[in-house]
Structure formats: structure tokens, C-alpha cells
């Protein structure tokens, strides 16, 4: 069966500092890959998607980024981080073909 | 374009009431229409899922949504509340490329 991981589980950085969080999925080969932002008391934001290593398509402009690696990682990461980028950040995969998203278990940032 | 609406943001009731989750779409030809599931602090879970086939669609936990294309609704329910199905639920239509596009949530608090 397929699972995916999210790390760290919880983060607290200051402003200004770099940010890396990693997405890793098992069970599965070539899937699309999603980063959400879920700020408090909103619903999700999609981020950015990647259908293959190397391929990412950004929603909308910010001071993040994401990669893609390998097949089964995605990446997000930060130069410098704001205020602003508080938040649940979720990562996501499907299989090619379907809609159906699977999420991972999510990362709480905290930007201080 | 694909959107949702989730008429109420705040929902409570009593145990082993009946639970009501209310969700319109946008008009489209053939959505696919999910409804995911969010306890405090986690990911999102796949509650079900429509595509086209069974108006009225089973999910986990109990609960069911029927597929009303006249009304362009989506409601999400379930016979009997529990106390563990308080969380945060969102309604969720597919645009049928690689985005899925949420409603804003609705927290479900059971009272005992």
C-alpha cells in the first residue's frame, strides 16, 4: 500500500532563516505531487504541483520554492522566511490517471 | 471555472443527532466531487468520492453524500453523530486537470 511522510512534524523558526521541509511517498511510481498551505482558520492553498523529477508548476508568487529530486520527493523549501509563511503545510500525491489526492500528515510552522 | 461552497462554517451538534454538511459547486458537465476529513493537527483523510457513477455515494466512518445535479449539491451526512467526528471537513471538486479545488472547511463540534 501507498504512504506518504511529511518531516519535521513541527517547526519553529525565526524570520530571515532558510526553511527545507521534505515529502517523501512509498508504494508508488511517478506520481503528481502537491504542497498546500493551510493558514489558521482558512482552507488550502495550493502551493505548487510537480507531474515528474524535475517539473514544477507554481500557483502563486511567494518567497517559496519547491523541487523535485527523485520521483517519490518534493521539496519545499525557503531562502529567507516571513511572518507570513505561519502555517500547516500539507503534501499531497495521485496516482496518473485519477483525481483522488492522498495527503501526508502535515507540518506546523511557526515563523517568529 | 470549478469552485465550491460550503454554506456553513460552524456546525454543532448533540450525540447520536443526526449531522448535516451542506456543499454546493459550481456547474460542470461531469465534477468529481470529494469530501476529506481533518482532526486537529493532522493531514487530510479521503472521507468519499464521486465520479459519475451512484448518486448517493458511502464513505468511512458512517457517512454518505448524494449527488444532486439540479441543485448542484454535494451534502455530506450522517444518521448518528460520535463524539470522534468532530473536525474540520471540507468539500472538495475536481477540475479534471491536476487541481482540486476546496471550500473554506466546516468544523463539526459534537456536543455530549
Known amino acids: 500500500s501507498q504512504t506518504i511522510h511529511q518531516w519535521p512534524a513541527t517547526l519553529v523558526q525565526p524570520v530571515g532563516s532558510p526553511l527545507s521541509l521534505e515529502c517523501t511517498v512509498e508504494?508508488?511510481?511517478?506520481?503528481?505531487l502537491y504542497w498546500y498551505r493551510q493558514a489558521a482558520g482558512r482552507g488550502l492553498q495550493l502551493l505548487f504541483y510537480?507531474?515528474?523529477?524535475?517539473?514544477i508548476s507554481s500557483e502563486v508568487p511567494q518567497n517559496l520554492s519547491a523541487s523535485r529530486p527523485q520521483d517519490r520527493q518534493f521539496i519545499l523549501s525557503s531562502k529567507k522566511l516571513l511572518l507570513s509563511d505561519s502555517g500547516f503545510y500539507l503534501c499531497?500525491?495521485?496516482?496518473?490517471?485519477?483525481?483522488?489526492?492522498?495527503f501526508g500528515p502535515g507540518t506546523r510552522l511557526l515563523v517568529l | 471555472a470549478q469552485s465550491v461552497t460550503q454554506l456553513d462554517s460552524h456546525v454543532s451538534v448533540s450525540e447520536g443527532t443526526p449531522v448535516l454538511l451542506r456543499c454546493n459547486y459550481s456547474?460542470?458537465?461531469?465534477?468529481?466531487l470529494f469530501w476529506y476529513v481533518q482532526h486537529p493537527n493532522k493531514g487530510l483523510q479521503l472521507l468519499l468520492k464521486?465520479?459519475?457513477?451512484?448518486?448517493l455515494v458511502k464513505g468511512i466512518n458512517g457517512f454518505e453524500a448524494e449527488f444532486k445535479k439540479s441543485e448542484t449539491s454535494f451534502h455530506l451526512t450522517k444518521p448518528s453523530a460520535h463524539m470522534s467526528d468532530a473536525a474540520e471537513y471540507f468539500c472538495?471538486?475536481?477540475?479534471?486537470?491536476?487541481?482540486?479545488?476546496f471550500g473554506t472547511g466546516t468544523r463539526l463540534t459534537v456536543i455530549p
Open positions: 510537480s507531474v515528474g523529477i524535475g517539473q
Open positions: 508504494g508508488t511510481s511517478n506520481p503528481n
Open positions: 456547474p460542470s458537465y461531469s465534477p468529481s
Open positions: 499531497a500525491w495521485r496516482g496518473q490517471g485519477v483525481e483522488t489526492q492522498y
Open positions: 464521486y465520479t459519475s457513477a451512484a448518486t
Open positions: 472538495v471538486v475536481g477540475s479534471g486537470a491536476n487541481n482540486l479545488f
